[in-house]
C-alpha cells in the first residue's frame, strides 16, 4: 500500500512531462494549472486547511499569466491565417 502512495505522484510526473513532449506547452500548461485546484481541496480535507493571501496572490498571478499566453498565441495564430 506505501509504496503505491509513492509511486502515484511519480507516474503522475511522467505523464505530465509526456503530455508536454507530445502537446504544444501553451495547450498543457493551463490544464495543467488544475494542480493548484486539487492541492486546495486535499489540504483542506485532509489538513483543514487553506493556502494564505499571499498565496492566493500568487496563484492568481500564475493563472492571469497562462490566461494572457494562451490570448497572444491564440491572436498570433489568427494573424498567421491571416497571410
Request: charged share 15%; no cysteine; proline share 4%.
Amino acid at each position: 500500500m506505501r509504496s503505491g502512495r509513492m509511486e502515484t505522484p511519480y507516474y503522475a510526473e511522467l505523464m505530465v512531462i509526456k503530455a508536454l513532449e507530445i502537446g504544444l506547452a501553451v495547450v498543457v500548461a493551463p490544464v495543467h494549472y488544475s494542480i493548484m485546484i486539487w492541492a486546495t481541496v486535499y489540504g483542506w480535507l485532509l489538513f483543514g486547511q487553506l493556502p494564505d493571501f499571499w498565496t492566493w496572490i500568487g496563484a492568481a498571478i500564475i493563472v492571469a499569466t497562462g490566461i494572457y499566453t494562451l490570448n497572444r498565441e491564440r491572436l498570433a495564430a489568427r494573424r498567421a491565417q491571416a497571410r
